[in-house]
């Protein structure tokens, strides 16, 4: 069969099988994320998140897997309570793109110098064994915080492990303020973003999972178009943005900003469920197959129409040969 035109076939054969698993039949990612752990128990219970057991994370993951997953090009989970268990019970549509965490949630150290690390127990390895067509890492950085080579060096080392497997990797960096640990805002946090994506994306991965490089609080659309086009160009590697739980008309502005700069697409969770997880169960699965169902479709819509598609701009990083006789051999 020919290549189809302007589709890049320099990655491997995993990869790009993997990619194409995630996203649209255009090449766009509308993806649901769902790998929430702490954030996630705030969200079930906001008063008092220490209330909140294993069985009502497990039962509201698959309750919002069973409703939206279908309407998503894939769906991003956790191996903790998330990944394996709607697996188990049929929630995941055995045709769904499944990307899986690797990080431990929350992060070790100062709030100034944070450290990721990987989920003890788990691995890259493992997530491709369990039919995974995609991992994720999210790293908090600072490209100034006293920790940030430390960083770079378990980008570099997931990075190497997924080429070795043959599998993308979405990468996530969170930002803060290195100084006082606390939330970047207006200049600051763009400044973050891009030097953040310029840095990490040389280094590896497949696809950057980026924050919007303006908080909610900057409302200027022409500032948000600049500042997505920088990030744009500072990007070796296609990129999405993450929702970061602002409201689903914020984050639709912000989903149709960012792809006329070049993005990809989006990995959206609260934005599109995070009323439901209050409700009792009838009212919860009404929400999601109605409003949270309404969301989600919104942003597959806006995304098809106006996303990159990841082809288009191939990460130079993992590109191979195109597969030639006996290619399998040297796999």
Not at 162 to 179: N, S
Not at 276 to 284: G, I, W
């Amino acid at each position: 069969m020919e290549p189809q035109p302007g589709v890049s076939t320099t990655f491997p054969p995993g990869t790009r099988r993997g990619l194409d698993a995630c996203a649209s039949a255009r090449g766009t990612f509308a993806v649901l994320a769902l790998d929430h752990r702490q954030n996630l128990r705030r969200e079930l219970h906001p008063d008092f998140p220490a209330l909140t057991t294993y069985d009502e994370m497990v039962g509201f993951k698959r309750a919002v897997v069973r409703a939206l997953a279908p309407i998503a090009t894939g769906t991003l989970l956790d191996p903790e309570v998330g990944a394996a268990q709607t697996i188990a019970d049929g929630s995941l549509p055995g045709r769904s793109g499944l990307l899986v965490a690797v990080e431990a949630t929350g992060f070790e150290g100062p709030s100034e110098a944070r450290a990721s690390r990987i989920l003890p127990g788990w691995s890259v390895e493992k997530a491709k064994r369990m039919g995974a067509s995609a991992v994720k890492l999210l790293v908090y950085y600072h490209p100034q915080a006293a920790n940030a080579d430390a960083q770079e060096r378990l980008v570099a080392s997931v990075a190497a492990e997924a080429v070795r497997l043959d599998i993308p990797l979405f990468i996530e960096p969170l930002g803060y303020e290195p100084a006082t640990g606390g939330k970047l805002v207006g200049a600051a946090r763009r400044r973050c973003v891009i030097e953040t994506a310029r840095r990490l994306t040389a280094i590896g991965g497949t696809v950057l999972k980026a924050e919007f490089p303006y908080d909610a609080g900057t409302t200027d659309e022409d500032a948000w178009a600049d500042a997505c086009r920088e990030l744009d160009a500072a990007s070796a590697v296609p990129w999405v943005v993450l929702s970061g739980g602002v409201d689903d008309a914020t984050f639709e502005r912000q989903v149709a900003v960012a792809c006329r700069a070049g993005a990809s697409g989006t990995v959206v969770g609260r934005s599109v469920w995070s009323p439901a997880a209050t409700m009792e169960a009838t009212a919860r699965d009404a929400w999601l197959a109605g409003e949270g169902r309404a969301r989600l479709e919104a942003i597959v819509r806006l995304v098809n129409e106006l996303g990159t598609p990841w082809h288009a701009r191939p990460n130079s990083l993992q590109a191979a040969a195109a597969p030639a006789e006996g290619w399998y051999r040297e796999y």
